[in-house]
């Protein structure tokens, strides 16, 4: 294998802290706990981004994007490969309410959707397909089977959709491992 480029190794990073999110959002939600799962899913959606963004467009500052799910989307549209089509449903970013109102009491509600799950799958494998680079990826080691991520597997596969789409995506990094 060549040498890990610096924005190679970046996504990764970025990565490993945006699956940490996913799965305590499934746990979350699984456990009927929605304040929490909005936040940690809107966490890891951002996180993603930002790590795909830092895998294709160089002069993408990560802080520079905030919080603006709208904005990196649309940056990924122009810097990401082509023809990269698809959208987060805007429940998971609106007036940033699964940022604010998941942890601080006010007036506004908190939507969470009978299809939040499958919503969330579809987002995180999206982005994580987008990107052709996985060494040494936690998401890789978890699909890995390897006993101290069992845990990990074990609610990433709970009502997971996705699960065929990750594998078959990450199978070249899975069998080096």
């Avoid at 990565?15 to 799965?23: P, T």
């Avoid at 959606?45 to 520079?64: C, G, H, N, Q, T």
């Avoid at 904005?71 to 990924?76: D, F, G, S």
């Avoid at 999206?126 to 936690?138: A, D, H, M």
Wanted: aromatic fraction near 12%; include cysteine.
């Amino acid at each position: 294998m060549a040498a890990i480029q610096d924005h190679e190794r970046e996504y990764i990073i970025w990565q490993n802290r945006a699956v940490d999110f996913y799965i305590g959002a499934r746990a979350l939600y699984l456990q009927d706990l929605s304040g929490p799962a909005a936040y940690c899913s809107v966490s890891a959606i951002e996180l993603l981004l930002k790590a795909s963004l830092v895998y294709f467009d160089r002069s993408f500052v990560p802080v520079d994007a905030n919080h603006n799910i709208g904005k990196m989307l649309r940056i990924l549209k122009n810097k990401g490969p082509k023809n990269t089509v698809f959208a987060i449903p805007e429940y998971f970013f609106f007036e940033q309410r699964y940022l604010s109102t998941s942890r601080y009491p006010g007036d506004k509600g908190l939507l969470v959707p009978a299809t939040f799950l499958h919503d969330l799958d579809r987002v995180i494998a999206t982005l994580i397909v987008l990107v052709p680079f996985q060494f040494n990826s936690k998401l890789v080691s978890i699909l890995s089977g390897r006993k101290d991520y069992k845990k990990k597997l074990n609610s990433l596969k709970r009502r997971n959709k996705q699960m065929k789409t990750l594998r078959s995506h990450l199978r070249q990094w899975i069998r080096d491992r």
